[in-house]
């Protein structure tokens, strides 16, 4: 059920494009207001959950650890999972984002005949993750040609990799495939695995089935219900340069993909997609893991109140801990114990 109210909610956005698509005044909020709209939200959005996570306490060191940290000068260490310092921090930080080296190491448990408990390497899941990402990325800067004028080499040199097969007319770009394929992996893993679809919630098929929708009606948009490309382009041109022009006659196919992209950019500041931003500020990993080399303090703790030590402690408290059968590491006076 959960995943149909996702479905059912992405087949209603598709419908009310269809139909604004077809009254004039409709069409301009949906090519026209509602871009600027959702830019707007995203960027608000974005910037306030940043803010708002980077104003959080964080009083103790916590990075997640998987490996030997520093120790006695003989006994080796790992620097990537017990980073002590802020290269090696840095270090960890870039194969985390740009190679999601923590997924890689995914493993499986299986229950196998005696009972015995095996683990193994699962890597599909860092394979069609990665994938989607990057795939995703590179759809992104491509349509950067549709803002831009003159269009930056960049953008192109992106574009020519992402064709260079050249299959067919208009050209097929491999990354609209491995989009599709990758994105409907992941919701069919959620689907079909029993112990995730038990944890998956509606914000998790949501996303996944708008990504799917987005790249399905811009296929389409290419291949099937063919859309003015120069009519597109004026609109998108003039929606840059804050000027913007609806031209007659555009597909309604195009206001299908810009609302399916509009609601991802609006859905995106409050959802689980902040991602995006939040490993920059995970403190399990942007911390050195350097707690018996340096002591640190909490900045938030009140000045005013004064470290109490456990010897302090148990000095103050030591004769109620011994009635109470507590141990002490100090023993009693002999005139207290006498008492």
């Known amino acids: 059920m959960k995943v149909l109210y996702s479905f059912i909610a992405v087949l ?30 995203f960027i608000g959005g974005f910037v306030y959950r940043v ?13 997640t650890t998987c490996g030997q940290g520093k120790s006695l000068p003989w006994i080796k260490r790992d620097p990537l999972d017990c980073p002590v310092n802020k290269w090696e921090v840095a270090a960890r930080m870039f194969l985390e984002i740009f190679l999601f080296r923590s997924l890689f190491r995914n493993t499986k448990a299986e229950v196998n005949d005696g009972p015995q408990l095996a683990y193994g390497s699962s890597k599909y899941l860092w ?4 994938l989607f990402h990057y795939s995703f990325l590179v759809v992104v800067i491509r349509h950067l040609r549709l803002f831009t004028e003159p269009i930056p080499l960049f953008v192109k040199l992106v574009e020519f990799g992402d064709g260079i097969l050249q299959l067919g007319a208009p050209t097929l770009y491999q990354t609209d495939l491995i989009l599709v394929g990758a994105a409907t992996f992941l919701l069919l893993r959620r689907v079909i695995m029993p112990q995730i679809r038990y944890i998956s919630l509606p914000a998790d098929y949501f996303p996944l089935l708008l990504i799917i929708g987005i790249a399905i009606s811009g296929i389409l948009m290419r291949w099937v219900f063919r859309v003015d490309i120069v009519a597109v382009k004026q609109l998108t041109d003039g929606i840059a340069s804050f000027s913007p022009v609806l031209p007659q006659g555009i597909s309604p196919i195009f206001f299908v993909h810009v609302l399916l992209v509009c609601t991802l950019m609006i859905y995106f500041p409050f959802s689980k997609l902040m991602h995006m931003g939040g490993v920059f500020l995970s403190p399990t990993r942007n911390m050195a893991n350097n707690n018996r080399a340096v002591r640190h303090i909490n900045p938030w703790n009140d000045p005013n109140i004064k470290p109490h030590a456990y010897a302090a402690y148990e000095d103050e408290f030591r004769e109620f801990m011994v009635d109470a059968g507590i141990p002490v590491e100090k023993e009693l006076p002999a005139a207290e114990k006498e008492e």
């Open 127 to 130: 394979l069609f993750g990665i």
């Open 12 to 41: 209603a956005l598709v419908g009310l494009a269809l139909v604004g698509s077809q009254m004039d005044g409709t069409q301009y909020l949906l090519g026209v207001a509602l871009p600027y709209l959702a830019f707007g939200i």
């Open 51 to 63: 803010l708002q996570w980077s104003k959080s306490p964080v009083p103790f060191r916590i990075p």
